[in-house]
């Protein structure tokens, strides 16, 4: 299992921005499908976004929810991916993951992933 590592998470008020990171370690990180993901006790895990590697077309797909306020960028010398969060609402509050060793051709799926960060907390007041 690959191990991946998400930081970032924070108490933030409605409208504002955040930065999440997610940093592999012990492999390069560009070279996997991964994705970004979310968590709220009590409901299913759902996909925010899911990013293609470098080896095929680096596309990143968002989730109708987040689309257009959310975006992936990389970093490819310190070996991570930012998930950059703009125009954040109360309903974006979650448990934030980011999961490698997938598959990422189209809308984000949980399913499609096997390895899992622990997550950080993101909470969005109003």
């Known amino acids: 299992q690959l191990r991946v590592v998400e930081s970032g998470g924070a108490l933030v008020q409605s409208g504002g921005s955040l930065r999440l990171s997610c940093e592999a370690s012990g492999f390069i990180l560009q070279y996997y499908d991964m994705g970004w993901f979310r968590e709220v006790p009590g409901k299913n895990r759902e996909g925010v976004s899911c990013t293609s590697s470098t080896e095929r077309d680096d596309k990143t797909y968002y989730s109708d929810s987040v689309k257009g306020r959310f975006t992936v960028s990389r970093d490819k010398h310190r070996n991570m991916v930012y998930l950059t969060m703009n125009n954040l609402k109360a309903e974006d509050t979650a448990i934030y993951y980011c999961?490698?060793?997938?598959?990422?051709?189209?809308?984000?799926?949980?399913?499609?992933?096997?390895?899992w960060g622990q997550g950080t907390q993101v909470t969005v007041s109003s």
């Open positions: 999961a490698v060793e997938g598959f990422c051709d189209g809308a984000p799926e949980t399913s499609r992933f096997s390895s």
